[in-house]
Each structure stands twice: as structure tokens, then as C-alpha cells.
């Protein structure tokens, strides 16, 4: 494809920024993959159009919950047709927001880092659960688990309800937590009735021009959240995913230290993670 007729301002660990105006950039989702924040030497070709695609059926179906980053305009708005053509799928027009400093963490399942922490406190990011609780059980209720947003090429780190609202201040720290367990349990019901289990998710927001909370990046995809199949689930075990834990698993099997660069990945990995997310993508947002 030619140079886009736009300026890069932003090269995430997964998506590129372009300027439009000073209220408005396209924001292209590459076929770039990261796992434990580092962004791994082969791309998983045509994940960025269906990351796009899962991202753009929750923004619309959620949007009675918040506002979203849309502007309404798509990328024949703003690009010369043929380059148009080749990024209609993998790219949006979103409005310039003020991100927040944190990563919202929803968690429904017990899992992953969460599951470990309750093996060794009995709690998950210093919220207290009940006790004798299994791997992959459902939790009494979503819990809230913020992170820090790390820069490329760093962690993001767990922190605690009380240092998000340090961070944010204790009105939108609270708004931030309401919000995000609202979209997670109206997102999870739905994926339930389409046999998919949502255990956990991130979310992001930004504040726009008049510091109303927005919704942005991107919302419930195999990137940002942990889905299993109804089917295959059993508590007390890591169930099968939809999602990049199946390749960050291939990584922590491999002797991987989690520092970059990350090794490479074999061709039949790549396809299996590619099948994962079109799945997903089949189930969840096709009518």
C-alpha cells in the first residue's frame, strides 16, 4: 500500500494513529501481535480486520451504555479511494480523546494472574474473595481490577482502588469501575447466549473536550479479553480459549522469559491463532 495521505503520530504495540484534524484521527488496526507487552517478530496476517470488526459490533451495541470514540465518519471520509479500499476493514475515524492513565480490568472468571494471586492471598488485586474457590469459576460478582498503562515495551502493573483514584480522582475512578462492570456484564450475558464465556476484558477510556467519559481503542476482542467455549469449560481446569492466551501459552512452554525479543513463531501456531479469532468473530458478530 502507498504512504497514507495522513501524518503517524502514534505506533502502539498494536494500533497506528494518524492525524485527520485536531479533533479527529484514523486509527488502523495492524496484523501485529503483542504477548506480555512485547510485540512479537511475526504478524498474524488479517487479525487487525477482525480485531476491527469484533471491536466495531460491541462499540455499536454497547453505545446505550456511554459514548464511544466513533465520529460517525468512515475512511472513505478522509483517504483517497484505492487507499480507502484496502483500509476499510482494519481502520475507523475516531475523535481525539485524553486517555486515562489506566487500564480497566473486569474480571468474571478466576484466571490467569488472577487465579494465581488467590492461590497465594486469597484475594485478586487486594480485593478479598470468598474461600475455596477453583481455576475458572465464576466469581460471585465482576470485580473491578485496574492496571497501569504501561508505555511500549513495558508491564502494565495491578493497582490497588485506592491508587486508581489517586490517579484518576475518586469521582471518575468510580464512574470508571461502574461503567466498565456494566459493559462487562451486559457484553457477557449476550456472549453467553452465543456460546462463548467473556471470563475477563480490558477496557479504555478517555475523556473528550468537555471531560465526558468515552470509550475507546478497542472494546472485547480476543486481544483485550479472555473467551472460552461454553462446551469446553469445566471449573478447576485452564479451559481452551478463543484468544491470544493460546499463543501466550505456546510462548511460556517454549522456556520464553518474557523479555524481548520475544522468539519467532512456527507457521502452524500462527494459523492456529488466526482460526481462534475468526471464530470469535463468527460467533459473537455474525447475524
Known amino acids: 500500500m502507498n504512504k497514507l495521505?495522513?501524518?503517524k503520530i502514534y505506533s502502539g504495540k498494536v494500533r497506528d494513529l494518524y492525524a485527520i484534524d485536531?479533533?479527529?484521527?484514523?486509527?488502523?488496526?495492524?496484523d501485529r501481535l503483542s504477548a506480555f507487552d512485547v510485540i512479537l517478530p511475526e504478524p498474524i496476517t488479517g487479525?487487525?480486520?477482525?480485531?476491527?470488526?469484533?471491536?466495531?459490533?460491541?462499540?455499536?451495541?454497547?453505545?446505550?451504555?456511554?459514548?464511544?470514540?466513533?465520529?460517525?465518519?468512515?475512511?472513505?471520509?478522509?483517504?483517497?479511494?484505492?487507499?480507502?479500499?484496502?483500509?476499510?476493514?482494519?481502520?475507523?475515524?475516531?475523535?481525539?480523546?485524553?486517555?486515562?492513565?489506566i487500564e480497566a480490568i473486569v474480571r468474571?472468571?478466576?484466571?490467569?494472574?488472577?487465579?494465581?494471586?488467590?492461590?497465594?492471598?486469597?484475594?485478586?488485586?487486594?480485593?478479598?474473595?470468598?474461600c475455596g474457590l477453583s481455576e475458572a469459576e465464576?466469581?460471585?460478582?465482576?470485580?473491578?481490577?485496574?492496571?497501569?498503562?504501561?508505555?511500549?515495551?513495558?508491564?502494565?502493573?495491578?493497582?490497588?482502588?485506592?491508587?486508581?483514584?489517586?490517579?484518576?480522582?475518586?469521582?471518575?475512578?468510580?464512574?470508571?469501575?461502574?461503567?466498565?462492570?456494566?459493559?462487562?456484564?451486559?457484553?457477557?450475558?449476550?456472549?453467553?447466549?452465543?456460546?462463548?464465556?467473556?471470563?475477563?476484558t480490558k477496557f479504555e477510556f478517555g475523556l473528550d473536550h468537555n471531560n465526558v467519559l468515552t470509550l475507546m481503542d478497542e472494546v472485547l476482542t480476543p486481544?483485550?479479553?479472555r473467551f472460552w467455549?461454553?462446551?469446553?469449560?469445566?471449573?478447576?481446569?485452564?479451559?481452551?480459549?478463543f484468544d491470544k492466551q493460546f499463543i501466550r501459552d505456546w510462548l511460556l512452554a517454549s522456556g520464553w522469559n518474557k523479555q524481548p525479543p520475544a522468539p519467532h513463531i512456527p507457521a502452524e501456531i500462527i494459523a492456529k491463532t488466526l482460526n481462534k479469532y475468526q471464530q470469535a468473530l463468527h460467533l459473537l458478530a455474525d447475524a
Request: net charge neutral; charged share 20%; hydrophobic share 35%.
Open 223 to 225: 486481544d483485550s479479553s
Open 47 to 101: 487479525k487487525g480486520e477482525i480485531l476491527t470488526q469484533i471491536s466495531n459490533f460491541w462499540f455499536k451495541k454497547l453505545q446505550h451504555i456511554m459514548p464511544n470514540h466513533f465520529t460517525g465518519e468512515t475512511v472513505y471520509d478522509v483517504l483517497p479511494r484505492p487507499q480507502a479500499d484496502q483500509l476499510a476493514k482494519r481502520a475507523v475515524v475516531v475523535k481525539k480523546l485524553k486517555p486515562l492513565k
Open 5 to 7: 495521505a495522513l501524518t
Open 229 to 241: 467455549a461454553v462446551n469446553s469449560h469445566q471449573i478447576g481446569t485452564n479451559p481452551p480459549s
Open 138 to 200: 465464576k466469581l460471585p460478582e465482576a470485580i473491578f481490577t485496574p492496571s497501569s498503562k504501561a508505555a511500549v515495551g513495558d508491564h502494565d502493573e495491578n493497582i490497588s482502588l485506592e491508587e486508581c483514584a489517586k490517579l484518576l480522582g475518586e469521582d471518575l475512578a468510580k464512574e470508571v469501575q461502574t461503567k466498565a462492570i456494566q459493559l462487562y456484564n451486559e457484553a457477557s450475558a449476550y456472549a453467553l447466549s452465543k456460546g462463548i464465556i467473556i471470563a475477563d
Open 22 to 30: 485536531e479533533h479527529k484521527m484514523l486509527m488502523v488496526a495492524t
Open 108 to 130: 468474571g472468571y478466576l484466571s490467569g494472574s488472577g487465579w494465581r494471586d488467590y492461590q497465594q492471598s486469597g484475594s485478586v488485586c487486594g480485593i478479598t474473595l470468598p
